[in-house]
C-alpha cells in the first residue's frame, strides 16, 4: 500500500512502470498517471534522467512518486502522446512498493501490441514467423507506451550481435524486439540468459511493457523495444 496524502491540484501520482537505458548513458521513465488514468513520461526540466538523479529517488519499476507537470511537451509525436515536461525540484518518492501487476489496480493493458499502438506498428522483415524490424513510421498519433499480458512460455531471450533481444508472442503474432529495459540488460550484464531468467516474475503470466524508441534510420521510424517486465 501507498501512503495517503492530499495531493494539489497541479500534482500528479504516477506508478513507475518503465525504466530504460539510452545511449547516452541517460535514462527514460515512464509511468501510470493513477488519477489520468493514463501513460506518462515524466522528463524533469525537459530532459531524461541521469543515474545520480535515479538513484536519489530510488526510482525502479512499482514505486510511486509525485511531481508536478511543468507544461505541455512541444515534441512530435508518437512521444508527445506521453511526454510530460516535470519541475525537477518537485519530485517526491512516496513510501511502498506496488507488486500487483496482474490486478484491477495495474495499469492498462492492450489486447495485443498492434492494437495498443493504433493500427501503426509494422515491420522491415519476417523470419521463420517473427517480425522483425517493428516500428511505427514517425509522427503518427498513437500512444508510444503500451503493455500486454502473456502467458511466461511466450516471451523468450537470446542473444544477437551483443545485444539482449526478446521474442515476444502476445497471442496474434510474434515480434522480436532489442530490450532497453535497464533492470532486464544489467541482469545479462552481471548473469547472462540465466540472469535475465533470474530477474523474470515467479508466476505463470507476465506483464510486458513496450515502448518506441525516439525516430531513427533512414527512412526515420520509431522501432518497438522492450521496456520491462512485471
Not at 545520480?52 to 512541444?74: C, E
Not at 544489467?186 to 524508441?213: Q, S
Request: charged share 15%.
Amino acid at each position: 500500500m501507498f501512503e495517503t496524502l492530499n495531493v494539489l491540484e497541479a500534482e500528479v501520482d504516477v506508478l513507475i512502470t518503465d525504466v530504460t537505458e539510452m545511449a547516452s548513458g541517460t535514462y527514460c521513465v515512464a509511468g501510470w498517471d493513477i488519477a489520468g488514468t493514463k501513460m506518462v513520461r515524466p522528463l524533469p526540466n525537459g530532459s531524461n534522467w541521469s543515474a545520480a538523479l535515479l538513484t536519489q529517488h530510488g526510482i525502479v519499476a512499482g514505486k510511486l512518486i509525485r511531481v508536478t507537470p511543468g507544461g505541455a511537451s512541444n515534441g512530435v509525436f508518437p512521444h508527445r502522446t506521453e511526454d510530460t515536461l516535470i519541475d525537477l525540484a518537485s519530485i517526491t518518492t512516496l513510501s511502498g512498493v506496488f507488486t500487483d501487476w496482474l490486478g484491477p489496480s495495474a495499469p492498462q493493458v492492450a489486447a495485443d501490441l498492434k492494437s495498443g499502438f493504433g493500427g501503426f506498428l509494422q515491420s522491415n522483415k519476417t523470419w521463420n514467423g517473427v517480425k522483425q524490424g517493428v516500428h511505427t513510421p514517425p509522427s503518427v498519433q498513437c500512444s508510444s507506451l503500451v503493455a500486454v499480458r502473456v502467458p511466461k512460455p511466450n516471451l523468450v531471450f537470446t542473444e544477437s550481435f551483443g545485444k539482449l533481444k526478446a521474442t515476444l508472442n502476445d497471442g496474434f503474432d510474434s515480434y522480436q524486439l532489442t530490450v532497453s529495459s535497464k533492470a532486464l540488460k544489467e541482469a545479462w550484464r552481471n548473469g547472462g540468459l540465466v540472469g535475465v531468467t533470474n530477474a523474470l516474475p515467479a508466476r505463470n503470466e507476465l506483464h510486458v511493457r513496450v515502448g518506441l524508441a525516439r525516430p531513427f534510420d533512414n527512412p526515420p521510424k520509431c522501432y518497438a523495444m522492450l521496456n520491462g517486465v512485471l
